[in-house]
């Protein structure tokens, strides 16, 4: 099946299985930035946006993505990379496997104009399992940065 979609701002027309996830498309179109962890929608590893909204790729079904409007963190180079040198300089970075779907979501809050509070950090973050350890420096690191970056 054909889906028509805009990734990351350009048109692609998705070659799709009735039966599959975004997560497994977009890897299989070289979108390698999302990633599979859990497979089940608990750890957020796969988050993309669909239209701005935070969503697990892994299930999503692909043939819902016709006319949408998909965003990897390869669609914000500059934003992500400015906060993972942000996760470096607090010294909130570990291992980064779970850093491009948080960039994502982090990108998402920003873009929403909400006022960063912890309950809307926490909000947007809560859905993001990491692996390494605690999330302290991690939420700490993002409301800093959005401060910064809001200003
Ligand atoms: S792989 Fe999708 S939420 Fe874990
Ligand atoms: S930094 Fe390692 S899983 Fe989150």
Redesign the pocket.
């Known amino acids: 099946m054909k889906v028509n979609t805009t990734i990351n701002g350009m048109k692609r027309i998705l070659d799709v299985k009735p039966d599959e996830y975004l997560l497994d498309t977009l890897r299989r179109h070289n979108y390698l930035s999302v990633r599979r962890g859990c497979d089940t929608t608990s750890c957020g ?1 796969c988050t993309i946006l669909i239209d701005d909204k935070p969503v697990p790729s892994c299930a999503f079904l692909s043939v819902r993505a016709e006319g949408k409007r998909i965003t990897t963190v390869e669609g914000i180079p500059k934003e992500a990379e400015k906060l993972s040198e942000h996760f470096g300089a607090t010294g909130a ?7 491009p779907g ?1 960039a994502l979501s982090v990108y998402a809050l920003k873009k929403s104009q909400k006022k960063v509070t912890a309950e809307t950090l926490k909000h947007y973050l809560t859905g993001h ?5 605690g999330y302290q420096s ?1 939420h700490k690191a993002i409301k800093e940065y959005l401060g910064d970056s809001n200003e």
Do not use: A
Not at 93 to 99: L, P
Not at 129 to 133: D, E, I, V
């Open positions: 590893v970075d570990q291992c980064g496997f779970c850093n948080i399992l990491c692996r390494c350890t991690q």
